[in-house]
């Protein structure tokens, strides 16, 4: 055999994956040990989205004990109050039906639409939407000068909503609606479906925003023309999934998003006895954000066309069959990455001996595990304490650093922001020393420190954190996160001789700080599509807030310092056709992601 033959012949050994071990008692799992109430001390702090705040508030109250029993009817009954069918359907009236639509009706819907804000004008929508063309129903009945056919053509509807009023519990006033192919009853304090109580006829049934937290008990006998079933923003987990196997086999679509589903095993074993299902929403569940969620839910559910609101296309599809790393079905990698900080104003000359240099800061404090270990075993108030000073005198006085709850209240940039002069060079001269004494039981993920120049480019990714709780890294995505731009200047302690001990020759170097930008991003729901999300920021924005860049990739964006030529052919309009100047103010580019197996 040849030499050249040999070398071929020679297999070059499989990459190993490193990932940090995961021991039994993951923080997936609740400690017997812990202290009573970890779980809210852990959310002190931490700012939601609004579309989180609203959920929290109505997990609340689902969670109240002896939540009032409300039957479908009464429930209603209490939608019909709301809404302008009310004075159409009240027989004490003293107004007829055609004075109620010239007039009352007529006033109703002038003022919503010219006076009421935007949430005034939501409630008036949610409160009209019964069900669909409410007008033609008035309409007919006005026409007729009869009430009873109003009630009549009430109950032969297609579509009914009794969403966000308060419902326990089904009754036979429910099976009256024998024409009823869709039933939308989100936002309840539904636990139980009585599927009794069903019209057979249904083809799509909304249950989302509601407290069920088991379907084995109700699944096989949904009507079995079902083709939706909604189940999204429950309290559904891994003991209360393994029902859907006994599905109606007609189920097209289900929505089981923004649950607690943490094991991925568990639902996939479940909805691979379901030959009809074509579209599925697991988006929002613990499991949803592990490495391996696409690739094995592709794999395993083959007739499935849409995920999580996605096309799936056949090049999202594994080419041969794998068996997934355990690790990769429980734990993700957390991304964030800096594209690029552009425009900011050039620091002044440092004294001697100082050193300068910008980094970002991000906190991250669900996904800090040693803020978690410490709020779970420790029954402390604050999160911060302080080293004793040292007997010798000498030791600088420093300002302590705000903590995590404290920077929420004060954020020096958006001070500094609103004097004229806040981003020429007099910035520089409100720096602050950093306390060398405090110590934080959480700790703010740094990037690496760069110089200045008109483009600073950060390595990628800038921030990587391995994550085996899948809890607090779904519930990351639904907090507002802090991005900080700091610049730093440090000096090297004083040194006293080597035969003289004292604090000073153990004095690390003292640090001088200032935020030049303190930047909330409100994060969305990780795509398993897009590798991360992409935010936007200047200061022309005068705001706080960061702009989501949708599914646009802000990393291919070029920019220069150079003389920036138009190649022919290509318009000057278009970004991608050449390099840019860069702003001529302060700009941030940064995305946020999770690393996933590719597929």
Request: hydrophobic letters at 35%; one cysteine or more; proline letters at 7%.
């Amino acid at each position: 055999m040849s030499p050249k033959s040999k070398d071929t012949a020679i297999k070059k050994p499989l990459l190993q994956v490193l990932r940090p071990s995961i021991s039994n008692s993951s923080l997936n799992y609740i400690p017997d040990d812990i202290i009573e109430g970890f779980d809210e001390r852990i959310n002190t702090g931490i700012s939601w989205t609004i579309t989180e705040k609203a959920a929290r508030y109505h997990r609340q109250k689902c969670n109240v004990k002896n939540i009032p029993i409300v039957t479908f009817s009464k429930a209603l009954q209490n939608k019909i109050k709301k809404s302008i069918l009310n004075g159409f359907l009240d027989e004490d009236s003293n107004f007829t039906l055609n004075e109620q639509w010239e007039i009352l009706l007529s006033m109703a819907i002038w003022d919503n639409e010219k006076f009421s804000n935007d949430e005034g004008k939501e409630c008036f929508n949610n409160n009209n939407s019964l069900t669909d063309n409410m007008i033609e129903l008035i309409k007919t009945a006005v026409r007729r000068d009869d009430r009873e056919i109003l009630k009549t053509n009430l109950k032969m509807v297609n579509v009914l909503r009794a969403n966000d009023c308060e419902m326990t519990d089904f009754d036979k006033s429910l099976k009256k609606f024998t024409k009823l192919s869709t039933l939308n009853l989100c936002a309840n304090y539904i636990a139980n479906v009585d599927t009794n109580f069903l019209p057979r006829g249904l083809r799509i049934l909304e249950l989302q925003n509601n407290r069920i937290n088991n379907v084995e008990i109700f699944v096989e006998h949904l009507p079995p023309n079902l083709l939706y079933l909604g189940l999204s923003r429950n309290i559904l987990s891994n003991d209360g999934v393994s029902g859907l196997s006994r599905l109606p086999h007609n189920i097209t679509v289900l929505d089981l998003s923004d649950n607690d589903i943490c094991d991925i095993e568990v639902v996939l074993n479940a909805l691979e006895a379901l030959p009809g299902l074509i579209a599925l929403q697991l988006a929002g569940n613990p499991c949803a954000v592990c490495a391996a969620y696409a690739r094995v839910t592709l794999m395993r559910l083959p007739r499935l066309q849409w995920l999580d609101a996605r096309e799936i296309l056949p090049t999202d599809r594994p080419l041969e069959p794998f068996e997934p790393h355990p690790d990769d079905l429980r734990s993700a990698y957390f991304n964030f990455t800096i594209f690029r900080v552009m425009s900011v104003p050039q620091p002044p000359k440092p004294d001697k001996g100082a050193v300068t240099a910008f980094h970002v800061e991000l906190e991250l404090p669900l996904l800090d595990s040693l803020r978690r270990n410490f709020l779970m075993f420790h029954n402390n108030e604050s999160l911060v304490e302080m080293l004793p000073p040292p007997e010798d005198d000498e030791w600088p006085s420093a300002a302590p650093t705000p903590s995590f709850a404290e920077s929420k209240i004060a954020v020096e940039s958006s001070k500094l922001r609103a004097s004229t002069s806040y981003y020429e060079q007099d910035i520089y001269n409100h720096l602050v020393a950093k306390n060398s004494r405090e110590i934080c039981h959480f700790t703010v993920f740094e990037s690496n420190r760069v110089q200045w120049n008109k483009i600073m480019n950060f390595q990628e990714p800038t921030v990587k954190i391995f994550c085996p709780n899948l809890f607090a890294l779904r519930d990351t995505f639904r907090t507002v996160i802090t991005v900080r731009l700091v610049y730093t200047v440090t000096v090297a302690g004083k040194q006293s001789k080597p035969d003289k001990k004292s604090a000073l020759s153990l004095r690390t170097p003292g640090e001088q700080r200032v935020t030049l930008a303190s930047i909330k991003c409100v994060l969305k729901r990780p795509d398993w599509s897009q590798p991360s999300q992409h935010f936007h920021w200047d200061d022309t924005l005068i705001t706080d807030e960061a702009i989501h860049w949708g599914d646009g990739d802000l990393s291919v964006l070029q920019y220069t310092l150079a003389a920036v030529k138009t190649p022919k052919g290509k318009p000057d309009s278009d970004p991608s056709s050449t390099k840019q100047f860069p702003p001529e103010n302060l700009t941030c580019h940064f995305g946020f992601g999770i690393e996933t197996l590719r597929i």
